[in-house]
């Protein structure tokens, strides 16, 4: 019994499914780690895009800054040129000769004209710079609109997550109440259905042992009273000279020996409610039945009876099985749920074979009472 029980409180916690609370706990814990990781990748593709923004600005500033200096450079040899310039005016003045005079001056104008084109040159190089300067500030200026976009975004992102947080965690609280409030009230509609199954199988195992013991009672009275009737017919048998005159006396007597439920027909027995047996008659009488036809009957009234306790037996143990299961749900229920015990009753350990009187007890008395029947019957018969 005690491996059956232990066999059904597995089954019970196998078969009982998982607290709500818990559940809730790991589909609040799943979506917050399912933001937590969108808003990391998020996170991170911003980063990625606002050092690519920088490295490519420290590009261009590089990039600018080397084309400044080489700019300055050209801009201080044109400044030194005046200086050679002057020399070469003055060495010009110092010559006599026109032929001279004239190459000389053919040669200035030649590198005049190499140098207005050189000075052309420059001042393209230095509208295109402008405009890579222009350029430039326009892509700087629109990095840091981006950032500042992208930034903004951000926080806006930011601030969505956490307000759909907020209502997810705010839902998920209300309905974690709600599931505690309906498991409370599923827990208490089981108690008191299991105390009230409880409480109908007590009560049908103390009818049954009641209705037990009376049927006991009952046959135990009626064996002993159809004993003492074979008694009195042996006594009558013995001495048929005043056989007449003490069955009348015995009519007439207060005090005299009362029938058996079976001449009365007021038992409860099945198997007797068909059977008159008047034991007041003589053994020769037409109207008795023969001693191995009694024999007959009263073994298969012990035959009946013994079926009838045996299937009560049963029952009263299936019920008292049924009873100790129950008991047991209710107490796995409570001690679940921290609730007290003290108001179940505890297992009473009954004994299946030991119930107030004995079957085998009653048995044994029904087999030493016929056997008594039984050597009465053999004596008148002899």
């Given at each position: 019994?005690?491996?059956?029980?232990?066999?059904?409180?597995?089954?019970?916690?196998?078969?009982?499914?998982?607290?709500?609370?818990?559940?809730?706990?790991?589909?609040?814990?799943?979506?917050?780690?399912?933001?937590?990781?969108?808003?990391?990748?998020?996170?991170?593709?911003?980063?990625?895009?606002?050092?690519?923004?920088?490295k490519d600005k420290a590009?261009?500033?590089?990039?600018?800054?080397?084309?400044?200096?080489?700019?300055?450079?050209?801009?201080?040899?044109?400044?030194?040129?005046?200086?050679?310039?002057?020399?070469?005016?003055?060495?010009?003045?110092?010559?006599?000769?026109?032929?001279?005079?004239?190459?000389?001056?053919?040669?200035?104008?030649?590198?005049?004209?190499?140098?207005?084109?050189?000075?052309?040159?420059?001042?393209?190089?230095?509208?295109?710079?402008?405009?890579?300067?222009?350029?430039?500030?326009?892509?700087?200026?629109?990095?840091?609109?981006?950032?500042?976009?992208?930034?903004?975004?951000?926080?806006?992102?930011?601030?969505?997550?956490?307000?759909?947080?907020?209502?997810?965690?705010?839902?998920?609280?209300?309905?974690?109440?709600?599931?505690?409030?309906?498991?409370?009230?599923?827990?208490?509609?089981?108690?008191?259905?299991?105390?009230?199954?409880?409480?109908?199988?007590?009560?049908?195992?103390?009818?049954?042992?009641?209705?037990?013991?009376?049927?006991?009672?009952?046959?135990?009275?009626?064996?002993?009273?159809?004993?003492?009737?074979?008694?009195?017919?042996?006594?009558?048998?013995?001495?048929?000279?005043?056989?007449?005159?003490?069955?009348?006396?015995?009519?007439?007597?207060?005090?005299?020996?009362?029938?058996?439920?079976?001449?009365?027909?007021?038992?409860?027995?099945?198997?007797?409610?068909?059977?008159?047996?008047?034991?007041?008659?003589?053994?020769?009488?037409?109207?008795?039945?023969?001693?191995?036809?009694?024999?007959?009957?009263?073994?298969?009234?012990v035959a009946t009876l013994?079926?009838?306790?045996?299937?009560?037996?049963?029952?009263?143990?299936?019920?008292?099985?049924?009873?100790?299961?129950?008991?047991?749900?209710?107490?796995?229920?409570?001690?679940?749920?921290?609730?007290?015990?003290?108001?179940?009753?505890?297992?009473?350990?009954?004994?299946?074979?030991?119930?107030?009187?004995?079957?085998?007890?009653?048995?044994?008395?029904?087999?030493?009472?016929?056997?008594?029947?039984?050597?009465?019957?053999?004596?008148?018969?002899?």
């Open positions: 019994m005690d491996r059956d029980q232990t066999r059904m409180h597995t089954d019970t916690s196998e078969s009982l499914p998982p607290p709500p609370q818990q559940q809730n706990d790991l589909l609040t814990a799943q979506a917050l780690k399912d933001l937590q990781q969108n808003e990391q990748r998020f996170t991170e593709s911003l980063r990625e895009q606002l050092d690519k923004a920088r590009t261009l500033e590089a990039d600018l800054e080397s084309r400044a200096k080489a700019f300055q450079a050209t801009l201080d040899q044109l400044q030194s040129n005046p200086l050679s310039e002057n020399k070469s005016l003055e060495m010009l003045m110092g010559i006599d000769n026109l032929d001279e005079l004239r190459a000389e001056t053919k040669k200035l104008h030649e590198k005049y004209v190499a140098q207005e084109a050189r000075i052309k040159k420059l001042e393209f190089e230095l509208e295109m710079e402008q405009g890579h300067v222009n350029i430039l500030r326009h892509d700087n200026q629109m990095l840091r609109q981006m950032t500042v976009d992208m930034t903004a975004l951000a926080e806006q992102e930011e601030e969505y997550i956490s307000n759909k947080l907020l209502k997810r965690i705010s839902g998920l609280k209300k309905e974690k109440g709600e599931l505690l409030i309906q498991v409370e009230q599923e827990e208490e509609y089981l108690t008191n259905m299991l105390q009230k199954k409880l409480s109908q199988l007590q009560k049908e195992k103390v009818d049954l042992e009641n209705a037990l013991e009376q049927e006991q009672e009952y046959i135990v009275n009626k064996l002993q009273k159809q004993l003492d009737s074979l008694r009195l017919q042996q006594t009558l048998s013995q001495s048929p000279s005043r056989s007449s005159s003490f069955v009348m006396d015995t009519s007439t007597t207060p005090g005299s020996l009362p029938m058996s439920p079976a001449v009365t027909g007021a038992g409860t027995s099945p198997s007797l409610s068909a059977k008159k047996w008047m034991p007041t008659h003589s053994p020769g009488t037409s109207g008795d039945l023969p001693p191995t036809g009694l024999v007959e009957v009263l073994k298969a009234e013994k079926n009838k306790t045996i299937d009560m037996e049963k029952e009263f143990i299936n019920k008292y099985q049924q009873c100790n299961k129950y008991k047991s749900e209710l107490v796995h229920f409570r001690k679940e749920h921290n609730m007290t015990t003290d108001d179940i009753p505890a297992d009473e350990g009954y004994d299946y074979c030991n119930i107030h009187i004995r079957p085998a007890d009653i048995f044994t008395v029904y087999l030493s009472s016929f056997d008594q029947y039984h050597h009465l019957l053999e004596d008148m018969s002899e």
